[in-house]
């Protein structure tokens, strides 16, 4: 109950801020009544609001609560600030209880205000300066820095960019969370000015020298402040097409004189201007905000564009049907596969350079209902030089990895879900190898980053290149450190244990939840116990989770629930989490941290392995400092929030 009460004061929110109209809250809610799809979604459907809107209403806040205590409704706002009188007031909402249209538009069409009297009561309301649109031309530098359709879907005008510092004009009290996804997506601090603007649309065109938008005109009234989305088209029909991928049928049917015209026509439109220079925004805005992964998911109405950083997803843009097709195409052209193929799955590569670091984009490509889905993952080559002193473990726990990779022979596995850092950790390991004295070679799917003086073997199994084929015949190559990229079937686990057996100092991963759950596991693949107490030198299981921002970290008083979630004493008296700043993006967080556990193989562990205990006794036995006990300790030093830990670790 108390979550649809807040649901339904956020509608009667939406409409205060002349965002809709009141008619609209209740056709929706209407509709959420007959069909249980809930009001905000059917407004999408109705074209009166769009992802981003939704976005802010659903995960932020317009504003603070205690700035929003100070805000009224823009009606009793102009009538204190003796713009109209209470009695115009009320004129104008009987007004718009008969026509439906925003308060604001009302009066402007009765004549009762100028729209420079509303831009300037809402500057005043909200907090934002006022800025004459006449006295305020854009800059060409601005104009060049964002781009025309960036400026029409975030409902702003670039004026003036100074360093990292990008002055906007905005016609409305614009949704904070919309202009920080602009200042993530194009790497700038966006200071917004309010003006008086009667097609915000069209002036954007215009300063933009009238070029072609990306987005459609809008249907709805000129004073709405947020962007409708273009109406959702239905899926087009596939027609079969010839590819020119060995790995496709090669039955499928050659293409249609009509369907090949077509696929010339987007690939026209993806290298012409406005699409390279969107996705080259998109990228370098990646790389900007410290996103790992870019993701662009079809949908009605719009294609959703969302950063993954710090391991948590951000939407940050959005991106028309009408111009989908031209930008997965020219994703597609970049990494060098067939912009053709829309029926299979994809794979391929960029290399670039952004602000002089080498990143290579791993491009995956998806076919679904609504359309293509196309997620980037971006590798900084950079990032894996780092040694296990960087890795950010416990004193001890790094002494016992440091003795392990002293080892001349034997194996070291690290596990973790997908997105854990198990690649990052494996990498600085073989960094603390002599590529000079040691023969070092890496079996990977795919090779993620190019390491120098070490040979790096790519797996293909549609040519039968397999990890056990590939590990089998590596044992005839006189290789000192062996690393493989994951042990996925009791063959590949079999031979890289004979491996570590015979003279060869083994890396690999495993998808286990914890270190000694690694010893079952290996169990199930029929791999027998004296065989796993003989090769195991080390274990180490991890999670990333999201560290506090310093500049932005807070203490507060935390209940007795969350302290027995976390199971915390009672008796702690403060913890820690982030407020939210610019220098974090207004997330309260700003990088990740590593949690390990590192179980170390010592001679009474292998025996208790050779026996076959249970992987609680060897938890035991070794007196394990689990990865719920190093971040409880990282919660209590004001490391990570109690979220966090909640979030990622199994109590």
């Not at 800025?131 to 530098?141: M, Y």
């Not at 850092?421 to 004295?437: P, R």
């Not at 949690?595 to 292998?606: D, G, S, Y």
Request: aromatic share 4%; net charge positive.
């Amino acid at each position: 109950m108390a979550k649809k009460e807040a649901s339904d004061s956020s509608g009667e929110q939406l409409v205060r801020e002349q965002v809709i109209s009141k008619a609209d809250l209740e056709e929706a809610r209407a509709r959420e009544e007959r069909s249980g799809t809930p009001w905000y979604r059917q407004l999408v459907q109705m074209n009166k609001l769009n992802f981003e809107a939704v976005n802010d209403l659903l995960h932020y806040e317009f504003h603070s609560k205690e700035s929003r205590k100070s805000h009224q409704s823009l009606g009793k706002y102009l009538v204190q600030s003796n713009a109209i009188t209470e009695k115009e007031l009320l004129l104008a909402l009987k007004a718009q209880n008969r026509n439906g249209k925003l308060l604001g538009t009302v009066l402007v069409e009765e004549g009762y205000v100028s729209l420079e009297d509303i831009a300037k009561a809402l500057s005043e309301q909200y907090g934002i300066p006022f800025a004459d649109l006449r006295k305020n031309p854009s800059k060409r530098d601005a104009l060049d820095k964002v781009p025309e359709s960036v400026a029409l879907q975030k409902s702003f005008i670039p004026i003036k960019l100074e360093a990292d510092k990008l002055t906007v004009l905005v016609s409305g009290p614009q949704g904070p969370q919309r202009l920080k996804d602009a200042g993530i997506l194009l790497g700038l601090r966006i200071t917004p000015f309010m003006t008086a603007v009667e097609d915000l649309e069209a002036e954007i065109k215009a300063r933009y020298g009238g070029k072609k938008s990306f987005l459609r005109t809008a249907t709805e009234p000129k004073t709405k402040k947020v962007q409708t989305a273009p109406a959702p088209a239905k899926p087009a029909k596939k027609e079969k097409k010839k590819t020119t991928s060995p790995k496709k049928d090669s039955k499928t049917m050659a293409p249609s004189k009509s369907e090949k015209k077509r696929f010339d026509n987007i690939a026209r439109e993806a290298q012409g201007v406005p699409v390279v220079k969107l996705v080259t925004t998109i990228i370098q805005g990646a790389v900007n905000s410290g996103a790992t992964d870019v993701h662009l998911d079809p949908a009605d109405p719009e294609m959703r564009v969302r950063y993954r950083i710090d391991g948590i997803l951000h939407d940050v843009m959005s991106i028309p049907k009408d111009i989908e097709s031209a930008v997965v195409s020219r994703l597609k052209i970049l990494s060098d596969v067939d912009i053709t193929e829309t029926r299979h799955p994809q794979d391929g590569h960029i290399s670039m350079e952004i602000d002089e670091m080498e990143y290579d984009v791993r491009v995956a490509t998806l076919p679904t209902f609504l359309g293509e889905r196309v997620v980037l993952r971006l590798l900084d080559q950079s990032s894996v030089l780092a040694g296990i002193a960087e890795l950010g473990l416990e004193e001890d726990d790094q002494k016992k990895l440091e003795k392990a990779l002293e080892q001349p022979y034997g194996m070291v596995l690290v596990t973790g879900p997908t997105g854990s850092g198990k690649t990052t950790t494996l990498y600085s390991c073989l960094n603390e190898k002599d590529v000079m004295s040691d023969s070092i070679v890496t079996l990977e799917d795919p090779v993620e980053y190019q390491l120098s003086g070490i040979n790096q073997v790519q797996i293909d199994t549609d040519i039968d290149l397999s990890f056990a084929n590939v590990l089998r015949a590596s044992l005839r190559q006189d290789i000192d450190v062996l690393l493989v990229g994951e042990i996925r079937d009791p063959e590949t686990a079999r031979i890289a244990i004979r491996a570590s057996m015979t003279g060869h100092l083994v890396f690999s991963t495993l998808h286990t939840n914890d270190a000694p759950e690694t010893i079952s596991t290996l169990r199930n693949m029929d791999i027998p116990s004296y065989l796993i107490s003989s090769a195991l030198t080390c274990v180490i299981a991890q999670r990333l989770v999201r560290r506090i921002c310093p500049e932005c970290r807070t203490h507060f008083k935390p209940t007795k629930t969350l302290l027995k979630s976390i199971k915390l004493p009672e008796t702690t008296k403060k913890l820690y989490r982030g407020k939210g700043c610019e220098h974090c993006h207004h997330t309260g967080s700003a990088g990740r941290i590593g949690i390990f556990e590192v179980l170390e193989i010592t001679e009474p562990i292998r025996k208790l392995i050779n026996e076959g205990v249970t992987p609680e006794k060897i938890t035991k036995a070794a007196k394990l400092k689990t990865m719920a006990d190093r971040c409880r300790l990282k919660v209590k030093n004001g490391s990570i929030a109690p979220e966090e830990f909640l979030r990622v670790i199994r109590t």
